[in-house]
């Protein structure tokens, strides 16, 4: 405990007297201050025992006693001390009133105490108690370490816990809650998420303090919390929190600093161990895609559980490709697809811890390949992700050409370790439409299960139905016929020359006369199904503009 007022007071050496302030003694003193000044106000911290002996000052003076006096106060002054027997005998009644206005402790020191005696005992009293402090600190990184490296994380926390009188609590990369030391503070702990993922986007480290307000129901609910991200890397890898009742004293300060310092190493060397298995989560992936399952099974073991036989699907992520670049003299703003890259291997990381289950997440130039059980968590958390980046993005701008930047998703359908390159192939093509579409996700089932029609609006498949179409088109503009009209009317009707002819409300003659002019003008046989499925295309191509 830092020293007090009271402490001075039943020391016995100093003999000092209280005259006013009786019950306000139990205040920390940080300083011991002689200054014989008439308004010492300018020089003041706050926390300080004043030493006078009023030697420029009318102490006998009511009103400029309370003057004096209510500027100690409002400068944070804790005490004053009057030494009598200099320049008064006895503390003059208007200072003692004014002491005792304002709720000043007033201290009266016999002549035969000095003020380097008071000055002293102070010192010493905040030496012994940094000491002490410093003691308690070293005793908690002791116990701390020991916890962390018997118990790992859960056991540190609660150690913590126990040092600082509060409660602590552990989040991921995502924000996520990871464990929470005691049990009850979890629910508390829970509603920092939000605080926590705001931390996250400071370089670390970082820190903040939230404070609350109790409600009885929920111990701890009005606990000041400190925030504090981990990890050395420039995106926080994980954050701790601290909540007590009040603000820290100097040995939790020191038992909170080291916690910090062993969650960090604790994550930095999950780190190391993250990119080894990265690693081999690239080599396992190669060998899938290699069509060798059995090496990929015999090189993961049981790394992956059951992931490699149960039914999985391929996502490929990559950073939306940006508008056409600038010159070398304009700068490129930052492109957020590669910081998205990241967030989405958190989040889809993050959901498969969280449910048990494997994933693999491997970096392939600035592509994101995903292994995850179809139908799990991970997928889910993928899709959702997405959905938000969907629901958040503005229009496209059809006279800026090239998508917008941010993210691009494609999913394939769910497959086994036998066709893993088939599964990456259509996570290609999904991954390709979505580009095209300026879609954030597309999954190929989806598109297996819609229509091809759309994939028509591809400028480069209109080109070639205007092509293919043009002298038909410049046939009819003469108006010697109406050659589109009737191709489209015999395709749809599959060649049938009667109920095309009854369509265009012509005779079947005319029908085949335009029919043979199509093909001399065209040098195509519409007797080819080729010829026909590319003029069906090309007419529905046009007509979806």
Known sequence: MPPTLASLVHHSALKLTVRAGEDRLDVPVRWAHVSELADPVPYMEGGELLLITALKLDAEDATAMRRYVKRLVGAGVVGLGFAVGVNYDDIPEALVAAARQEGLPLLEVPRRTPFLAISKAVSAAI????????????????????????????????????????????????????????????????????????????????????????????????????????????????????????????????????????????????????????????????????????????????????????????????????????????????DPGGDRLDTLAEVVESAAARSGESVLVVPEGERLVILATDGGAAVTACVEYAASLEAGRPAPDPLAGGDEEGLVIGLSAPSGPIAASGAYKQAEQALSVARRRRRVCVEHEHLAAGSVLPLLADDAVRAFADGLLRALHDHDATGRGDLVASLRAWLSRHGQWDAAAADLGVHRHTLRYRMRRVEEILGRSLDDPDVRMELWLALKATTSE
């Open 127 to 334: 030496a012994a108690d940094q000491y002490r402090s410093v003691t308690a600190g070293f005793a908690a990184q002791r116990e701390l370490t020991w916890r962390a490296l018997t118990d790992g994380p859960e056991g540190l926390l609660a150690a913590l816990a126990g040092q600082v009188d509060g409660w602590a609590a552990l989040y991921d990369a995502s924000g996520a809650l990871v464990a929470t030391a005691p049990g009850w503070a979890g629910r508390r702990a829970a509603r920092l998420t939000a605080d926590v993922q705001r931390l996250r986007e400071r370089p670390a480290p970082a820190s903040s303090v939230v404070g609350g307000t109790e409600n009885p129901d929920q111990p701890g609910s009005g606990d000041r919390v400190e925030l504090h991200s981990l990890g050395t890397s420039r995106r926080p890898r994980s954050a701790l929190a601290v909540g007590t009742a009040a603000a820290l004293g100097t040995a939790e300060r020191y038992a909170v600093h080291s916690a910090i310092a062993l969650l960090t190493l604790i994550t930095e060397r999950s780190n190391s161990l993250h990119e080894a298995g990265l690693r081999i989560d690239a080599a396992v992936l190669r060998m899938l895609l290699a069509g060798e399952p059995d090496h990929a099974r015999t090189v993961a073991g049981d790394l992956y559980g059951g992931l490699l036989d149960a039914p999985f699907r391929i996502i490929l992520a990559d950073p939306a490709p940006a508008k056409p670049r600038p010159s070398a003299a304009t700068p490129r703003p930052a």
